[in-house]
T-cell receptor, first 109, second 118 residues
Framework: RKEVEQDPGPFNVPEGATVAFNCTYS??????FFWYRQDCRKEPKLLMS???SGNEDGRFTAQLNRASQYISLLIRDSKLSDSATYLC??????????FGPGTSLSVIP | DAGVIQSPRHEVTEMGQEVTLRCKPI?????LFWYRQTMMRGLELLIY????????DSGMPEDRFSAKMPNASFSTLKIQPSEPRDSAVYFC????????????????FGEGSRLTVL
């Protein structure tokens, strides 16, 4: 079983739609959680950290369920510029940083 | 402040040749990571260092791969001999630990080295 799993998609949604991505991780000792965004042929960049109480950054909301080892990302009012691959990231003990396979999003006009 | 710098950006080589990829982390960062990205396998962690010491190399695919970090500002990933299945984008990333002021936990990536082995 992979350490971090995501639905690869692709998700094709119209502008203005709300879309949700899910992620599960296998190591219950994982300490920190993040969502990264990767544009085609570019390096990954941090989108947002994920906190236990859930957190919001504009149109983006991230949630963490430690008991279920589950992380989610909700994007509201999708924009064309949101088209990218979204990577779920887990930092385990000893500061090992593991990336999920990514979920591809295409926002269609 | 300069970001993570990788070289070469692109390399095309023939099977059997030695390949050396280079990385300069952000000054002050005490962790350095090497990842490999392919369509089939996504972003795989190969090895990471803390204060120039390898912590976990379990992701290194086989003995043909080796990585070193002789000082805090330089790391290499070497493939010898290279094979067509090594074709991928290799990313280097660095991060400052919490003790070094890395409160956000953000991993900073270089632009990657795109390797093609013919």
């Amino acid at each position: 079983r992979k350490e971090v799993e995501q639905d690869p998609g692709p998700f094709n949604v119209p502008e203005g739609a709300t879309v949700a991505f899910n992620c599960t991780y296998s190591n219950s000792a994982s300490q920190s959680f993040f969502w990264y965004r990767q544009d085609c042929r570019k390096e990954p960049k941090l989108l947002m950290s994920v906190y236990s109480s859930g957190n919001e950054d504009g149109r983006f909301t991230a949630q963490l369920n430690r008991a279920s080892q589950y992380i989610s990302l909700l994007i509201r009012d999708s924009k064309l510029s949101d088209s990218a691959t979204y990577l779920c990231v887990v930092k385990t003990s000893y500061d090992k940083v593991i990336f999920g396979p990514g979920t591809s999003l295409s926002v269609i006009p | 402040d300069a970001g993570v710098i990788q070289s070469p950006r692109h390399e095309v080589t023939e099977m059997g040749q030695e390949v050396t990829l280079r990385c300069k982390p952000i000054s002050g960062h005490d962790y350095l990571f090497w990842y490999r990205q392919t369509m089939m396998r996504g972003l795989e962690l190969l090895i990471y260092f803390n204060n120039n010491v390898p912590i976990d190399d379990s992701g290194m695919p086989e003995d043909r791969f080796s990585a070193k970090m002789p000082n805090a500002s330089f790391s290499t990933l070497k493939i010898q001999p290279s094979e067509p299945r090594d074709s991928a984008v290799y990313f280097c990333a660095s991060i400052a630990s919490y003790q070094r002021g890395g409160g956000t936990g953000e991993l900073f990536f270089g632009e990657g080295s795109r390797l093609t082995v013919l």
